[in-house]
Every structure is written in C-alpha cells, then in structure tokens.
C-alpha cells in the first residue's frame, strides 16, 4: 500500500494555499488549491526545455538567460547543467516560500541549483523582468528567455494575454539579443499562438520530447529582423505568471 503524502509546509497565495507535500523517502509534490502543479517523479519537459534552448545557444560563453517560474528547480538545473561557467541565470519566482523550499528541504533534488553562484533569484513576475529588459540598455536584454510555466499558450488566451498575446510577445522579441532564444513550454500544440509567433517575427520548432504517455510541446524560437514600418504594440496587461503542471 502507497504511503500517505504528508504536507512539508504551505502558504496562502492569490490563488489558493501552496503547499509542498511528501511521501516516502524520495516522492515531493507541489499542490497549488490541491491542484498538482508539479512532482519530483515527472520533469522530462523540464529537462528539455532547457537542454534545447541551451542548444540553440550553444556558441555564447557569457549568456545571460532568463526563467520564467522555479517550480522544483529542475528547468534550472537542466540549464545550468548545459551553460557554461560564465552565463549568468535569472529565476523569476512570484512566491518567495518556492524558493525556501528550493534551498532547504527539496534542495538535494537539483543538487542546490538555487546556490549555484551563476543564479540570481528575483522575487517577481516574469512578465515585468521581460518589460523592463525591453524598455532597457542593451545590457540588460537576455541571450534567452525559458518560460516553463503551468499555464502556457492556449487557444482561449486573449490576443493580450501578459505572457502570449500579441502585444507580450512584442515585448519579449524586444527584450532578447540579436539571434536570442525564447523558449516556451506548452501542454499541448497552440495553432494561435503559433500564429502569433508568426506575426511578431519568431521563426520556430516545437518537440514534443520523450515517448509514451502525455507528451507536452516545447517550442523554441528566435527573432527575426524587425517589420518595415510596423508600429510597437502597447504594453500587455500586468497579470500574474505560473509555474507549470
């Protein structure tokens, strides 16, 4: 018989309680309003995420990346494991008590990736980070953004939805470097937002990494050269991101 999950700590969020669960020795789970938002047993999207944005950037020495959403560390983790020792890493992470738990008792999971001194963690929505990076000195603009977040593109998302509508992805093309990545976890094939990479100027591929069971969709994407004439977007609505299921 299965053993009972136990509750490691919680937290009260805008969204319902937060909550870090275990069973066993090795079993972990992050619930959000008892909805499972992430376990330590199922992060091959994680690791894929990152391996291919990683790849498509793999002649920097010194990028400087962007994660959208800790979780559990493993999407950090598989990018540190795949940078080398001169990029520098910024996590966004709406809950400060997700990073807790990623420096204390899920630490040994990504082997302390939070500690890594390549890795700062800022206490914010990803959509705000990519804002000011874009209204920014070139300094301040990513070699790639990584979104791993568990409400990614759907066909029901408003053309200005703060992560992946229209005036949003304006935003993050503007907020990466010449040849940038941006690379975004989806539950299932979008054909609209597709679309909308189109017509913001991203070319792109989708993955749908490992085999057997559900296989989510990894889109990786880069920027083209800028439209003659076409007219900026106004700044999509400020809303909250999410790590991903």
């Known amino acids: 018989m299965a053993k009972p999950w136990q509750v490691l700590d919680n937290a009260d969020t805008e969204e319902g309680r937060l909550e870090l669960r275990q069973r066993g020795e090795k079993d972990f789970l992050i619930t959000i309003d008892n909805r499972v938002l992430m376990t330590s047993t199922a992060n091959r999207s994680e690791q894929s995420l990152s391996e291919l944005a990683c790849r498509a950037m793999r002649n920097q020495t010194d990028p400087r990346v962007l994660i959208g959403g ?14 080398p020792a001169g990029a520098r890493v910024v996590v966004a992470e709406l809950n400060p008590v997700v990073l807790q738990w990623c ?28 804002t000011a990076a ?31 509508g229209d005036a949003a992805l304006e935003l993050s093309g503007s907020a990466l470097r010449p040849g940038g990545v941006f690379a975004i976890w989806s539950e299932d094939p979008d054909k609209t ?8 100027r991203f ?21 083209g050269a800028p439209g003659a004439g076409r007219k900026p977007l106004p700044s999509p609505p400020n809303r909250r991101d999410r790590k991903k299921s």
Do not use: C, W
């Open 70 to 83: 800790l979780g559990m560390g493993y999407t950090l983790k598989a990018a540190l494991d795949h940078l």
């Open 103 to 130: 420096s204390g008792p899920i630490a040994h999971l990504t082997d302390g990736a939070v500690n890594d001194p390549r890795v700062t963690v800022e206490i914010a929505d990803v959509a705000t980070l990519i």
């Open 134 to 164: 874009a209204m920014g000195s070139d300094a301040g603009r990513f070699d790639a953004i990584i979104l791993d977040l568990y409400e990614g593109p759907h066909q029901e998302a408003a053309e200005y939805d703060h992560l992946y």
């Open 193 to 200: 937002f597709e679309r909308r990479l189109s017509d913001a």
């Open 203 to 223: 070319s792109f591929t989708k993955e749908r990494p490992g085999r057997g069971g559900r296989r989510h969709v990894v889109y990786i994407a880069k920027r």
